[in-house]
Structures are given as structure tokens and as C-alpha cells.
């Protein structure tokens, strides 16, 4: 694949410009896949996430990918279970700057922050 097909460009930055078609090059069945139940958008999340920050981006490169990430989610694929829809209607209701807190959220949830108690 060249250099132009990558979001992380030669510098080691993010080009969040190629977001959408990086997105939108994940085959139909593979996102159906990730997206098919909660558990494997997180999985699917918590890989992309070790992988970027294997190649050096810190946390606030990570959650604007997961912003950009999030907000086609929202434009351009439906829910297929009840986490799904609350993440959607969440994204839609929310303002540009609770929309950047939730993307550093899911990335916090992907990381298996959940599994800090209380």
C-alpha cells in the first residue's frame, strides 16, 4: 500500500483528512463483523489502539481518531445492538467538545476501563 493510503503519515502524525477512506476501505463483511455485537467493537477498538500507540501517537491523537471514527459511525452505519444506538444518540446530542470527551471515553473503554472499580 503507498504512503498515500496511510492516516499516519511519514512524520509519525495523524492525517485525519484520510479518516473517512480508511473507514470506508474496511470490507463489508469484516464490518459487519466488528460491529455485529458490543464486545467486538471494543475488541476491534482495543487493536487499532495498541497499534497507535505501538507507532507513537499519544492520547489526544487517539480520541480525535476515535472522534472522527465515532462521528461516521453516527452518519453512516445504523446500530446493531442497544450500545450501539445509546453511543449514536449520544454523539448526536452532544455539542463538538462532549462529542471529543466521549470519543477519550470510548478510547478509555477500549482500553478495558472498565475493569477499575469504583
Given at each position: 500500500?503507498?504512503?498515500?493510503?496511510?492516516?499516519?503519515?511519514?512524520?509519525?502524525?495523524?492525517?485525519m483528512s484520510k479518516m473517512d477512506d480508511a473507514i470506508s476501505r474496511i470490507d463489508d463483511g469484516e464490518r459487519d463483523r466488528i460491529l455485529s455485537n458490543f464486545d467486538s467493537f471494543k475488541s476491534y477498538l482495543h487493536?487499532?489502539?495498541?497499534?497507535a500507540q505501538s507507532i507513537g501517537l499519544d492520547e489526544e491523537q487517539i480520541a480525535k481518531a476515535a472522534?472522527?471514527?465515532?462521528?461516521?459511525?453516527?452518519?453512516?452505519?445504523?446500530?446493531r445492538n442497544s450500545e450501539e444506538k445509546l453511543l449514536q444518540e449520544l454523539?448526536?446530542?452532544g455539542s463538538q467538545e462532549e462529542q471529543h470527551k466521549?470519543?477519550?471515553?470510548?478510547?478509555?473503554?477500549?482500553?478495558g476501563g472498565t475493569d477499575h472499580k469504583a
Open positions: 500500500m503507498s504512503e498515500h493510503n496511510h492516516v499516519v503519515n511519514k512524520e509519525g502524525e495523524l492525517d487493536k487499532r489502539i495498541q497499534l472522534e472522527k471514527v465515532a462521528g461516521y459511525l453516527a452518519a453512516n452505519e445504523e446500530p454523539w448526536k446530542v466521549l470519543a477519550h471515553l470510548l478510547v478509555k473503554l477500549a482500553q
